[in-house]
Each structure stands twice: as structure tokens, then as C-alpha cells.
């Protein structure tokens, strides 16, 4: 066989497999859609299945959300999205700068904290979860969104991740920023930053699908009905006294929406960052 033929047939093998892989990952997802457009009755009735019948289908459900009678949903949403945003914002700026810190400064006890770094990384948060809800009602962040979004702004996987990506960007950017005038912060946020994007792409969608999924701690921290996130909310909506299918599939079906928006959004940085993260340093 030419090696021409024998090359073009791997890449339509590797190409057959993959699109099964991708199928296999998008049943379920296709399941719950098609079960978002049944009356509730329907889940009771068959569960989430593939029967297609058109005669079944309709908008009920998503209308049902966004009506009075399923005003919490909007405010879990809501939530949820300002938790998400305000926790990614702030884990992207403070982490970037202690791994960029850690690898362009040499300074006492630099191993050291890194090391602590690496360690922290491998501690469960369950672990942790006790004292930081003492602490919490210490502070009096219980029931507050800053109790939700405080104990994990500064994450050790963000650090060490850019760490290793700034550990491999040439020092000559910040010599040149320092002849030009530039302060440190400056070089900072002026240089090192448009050069670290595909490192904030990368992490901003890990952060961000962390946070938007976080269930135990924000279930721990909040208290009020009108203040828990999309995950707890949804949760609720399943009780041994009945369950409301209505706003639970459907709800869950929108749920996925801004998650998918920010990896189209950051997925040209992705790959890229991963890869090029992962062996520097």
C-alpha cells in the first residue's frame, strides 16, 4: 500500500473515532434537550429517553421559566453568573500576579512558597471546608456572596499554572519596560500580560466551569432562598414530597449556556495554553 493511501486511511480511521467519541458525548445532552420540550408528565412517564414525537414538542417549559411563577429561577441565574464573573475576575488578576511573581522575581523564600503552593494543590477542599466556615462566621461572610468568592480567589492550580507559562517568556520584555520608564506594575499589565493571554484564556474557562458548578461551599455559606446559586437552586426542585420537572430540565438545559459561551469565547487560547503551561520551566 502507498504511503500516501496508508496515511489517508489513519486520518479517516482517527476521524471515524472521534466523531463516535463526539456522538457519545453529546447523547446525553441531546436527551435532556428533547426531554426539555415534553411536558413533565412525560419524564414521570418514560424517563429521559430519544423518542421523538412532534406532537409532544413545544416551548412550554422555557416560557414557564422566565413567567412569575418561576421567578427564583431568574434570581438563581442571576446569582450564579454575578458569583462566576466577579470570582473569575479576581482569581485571573491576583493568581496571574503571584505566578508571574514567583517566576520573574528572586527573592527569599521563593521555593519555599511555591513548594506550599504545590502542597496546597494536594489537599482536598473537604478537608478544609470546617475552618473555613469557622472563619467565615468569624468574619460574618456567612449568607454573603464574598464568603462564596473569598476562600478560593487566590486558587493554587491558577498559580502554578502561570508560573510555568511565565517562567518561559524572555526577561529582555522587562529590562526594556524598566529603560522605558515603565514601573513594575506597569510592565506588569503593559508587557506581561498580552503575552500571558492564552494562559488567561486557558483558565479563565477552568475557573470559570469550577465556579458556575460549585455546589458543597456555596450550599454551606448561603443560607437565603433568594440568594443560592443556579446548582442549589436546581437541587431544591427534587424532593421526597414531588418534584418540578418543568423548571428542573429546562433549567438545566439553560444552565449550560454561559459556560458554552465563555469556551467559545477563550477556546482559541485553550489548547494552546494548556500546551505551551505544561512545559515551560
Given at each position: 500500500?502507498?504511503?500516501?493511501?496508508?496515511?489517508?486511511?489513519?486520518?479517516?480511521?482517527?476521524?471515524?473515532?472521534?466523531?463516535?467519541?463526539?456522538?457519545?458525548?453529546?447523547?446525553?445532552?441531546?436527551?435532556?434537550?428533547l426531554a426539555s420540550l415534553k411536558p413533565s408528565?412525560?419524564?414521570?412517564?418514560?424517563?429521559?429517553?430519544?423518542?421523538?414525537?412532534?406532537?409532544?414538542?413545544?416551548?412550554?417549559?422555557?416560557?414557564?421559566?422566565?413567567?412569575?411563577?418561576?421567578?427564583?429561577?431568574?434570581?438563581?441565574?442571576?446569582?450564579?453568573?454575578?458569583?462566576?464573573?466577579?470570582?473569575?475576575?479576581?482569581?485571573?488578576?491576583?493568581?496571574?500576579?503571584?505566578?508571574?511573581?514567583?517566576?520573574?522575581?528572586?527573592?527569599?523564600?521563593?521555593?519555599?512558597?511555591?513548594?506550599?503552593?504545590?502542597?496546597?494543590?494536594?489537599?482536598?477542599?473537604?478537608?478544609?471546608?470546617?475552618?473555613?466556615?469557622?472563619?467565615?462566621?468569624?468574619?460574618?461572610?456567612?449568607?454573603?456572596?464574598?464568603?462564596?468568592?473569598?476562600p478560593f480567589v487566590v486558587a493554587p492550580l491558577?498559580?502554578?499554572?502561570?508560573?510555568?507559562?511565565?517562567?518561559?517568556?524572555?526577561?529582555?520584555?522587562?529590562?526594556?519596560?524598566?529603560?522605558?520608564?515603565?514601573?513594575?506594575?506597569?510592565?506588569?499589565?503593559?508587557?506581561?500580560?498580552?503575552?500571558?493571554?492564552?494562559?488567561?484564556?486557558?483558565?479563565?474557562?477552568?475557573?470559570?466551569?469550577?465556579?458556575?458548578?460549585?455546589?458543597?461551599?456555596?450550599?454551606?455559606?448561603?443560607?437565603?432562598?433568594?440568594?443560592?446559586?443556579?446548582?442549589?437552586?436546581?437541587?431544591?426542585?427534587?424532593?421526597?414530597?414531588?418534584?418540578?420537572?418543568?423548571?428542573?430540565?429546562?433549567?438545566?438545559?439553560?444552565?449550560?449556556?454561559?459556560?458554552?459561551?465563555?469556551?467559545?469565547?477563550?477556546?482559541?487560547?485553550?489548547?494552546?495554553?494548556?500546551?505551551?503551561?505544561?512545559?515551560?520551566?
Amino acid at each position: 500500500m502507498p504511503v500516501q493511501s496508508h496515511t489517508r486511511l489513519q486520518a479517516s480511521l482517527l476521524l471515524l473515532l472521534f466523531l463516535v467519541l463526539a456522538i457519545l458525548a453529546l447523547f446525553p445532552f441531546y436527551c435532556l434537550a428533547l426531554a426539555s420540550l415534553k411536558p413533565s408528565k412525560e419524564m414521570l412517564r418514560y424517563g429521559l429517553n430519544v423518542r421523538l414525537q412532534p406532537e409532544l414538542i413545544s416551548l412550554h417549559n422555557y416560557a414557564f421559566l422566565f413567567s412569575a411563577s418561576a421567578k427564583k429561577y431568574l434570581i438563581w441565574y442571576k446569582n450564579s453568573v454575578l458569583i462566576s464573573v466577579v470570582y473569575t475576575a479576581c482569581c485571573l488578576l491576583l493568581s496571574s500576579m503571584v505566578g508571574y511573581g514567583l517566576a520573574m522575581y528572586r527573592f527569599v523564600g521563593r521555593n519555599v512558597i511555591f513548594v506550599l503552593v504545590l502542597l496546597v494543590m494536594m489537599v482536598p477542599v473537604e478537608i478544609i471546608m470546617l475552618p473555613l466556615y469557622k472563619q467565615m462566621i468569624s468574619l460574618h461572610l456567612i449568607d454573603a456572596y464574598s464568603g462564596v468568592i473569598l476562600p478560593f480567589v487566590v486558587a493554587p492550580l491558577p498559580i502554578f499554572f502561570f508560573r510555568q507559562y511565565a517562567a518561559g517568556l524572555p526577561k529582555d520584555f522587562m529590562d526594556a519596560g524598566r529603560i522605558d520608564g515603565c514601573s513594575e506594575y506597569g510592565i506588569f499589565f503593559k508587557i506581561m500580560v498580552p503575552l500571558l493571554a492564552p494562559a488567561f484564556g486557558a483558565m479563565a474557562i477552568l475557573q470559570a466551569l469550577a465556579s458556575w458548578n460549585s455546589f458543597v461551599w456555596p450550599m454551606i455559606v448561603l443560607k437565603t432562598g433568594n440568594k443560592l446559586t443556579l446548582p442549589i437552586g436546581l437541587s431544591s426542585l427534587v424532593t421526597p414530597y414531588g418534584n418540578n420537572y418543568d423548571i428542573l430540565i429546562a433549567g438545566s438545559v439553560l444552565a449550560i449556556l454561559p459556560i458554552l459561551l465563555v469556551f467559545i469565547f477563550f477556546q482559541r487560547f485553550f489548547v494552546s495554553g494548556l500546551t505551551v503551561g505544561g512545559v515551560k520551566g
